[in-house]
């Protein structure tokens, strides 16, 4: 894992990963599973290249995966973009 040089915080209630990494640019794939679930995934660019994703809404349990409505910070799994 990456260390953290700075505290993360929360804003309005999520985890404010732009400051902290840095996000320069994001998309959602959001849909619904059924009328109770509602899945909005976030993939983020940091400007150092590297991607993470975040469970915006907290509700996919996934190894690597930041959710941003927890209580706990877990730093993500990150990727690095590659040129091809």
């Known amino acids: ?42 993939i983020a660019e940091c400007r150092s290249g590297k991607w993470f994703t975040i469970d915006d809404v907290g509700n996919l349990p996934r190894k690597g995966l930041l959710d941003s409505v927890s209580s706990v910070f877990l730093e993500p799994s990150f990727l690095i973009a590659r040129t091809l």
């Not at 993360?8 to 009328?35: A, C, M, R």
């Open 1 to 42: 894992m990456t260390t953290i040089n700075i505290t993360p915080e929360k804003v309005g209630g999520v985890w404010n990963t732009q400051n902290l990494y840095e996000t320069i640019h994001h998309t959602h794939l959001s849909f619904f599973i059924d009328d109770d679930i509602h899945v909005d995934v976030m």
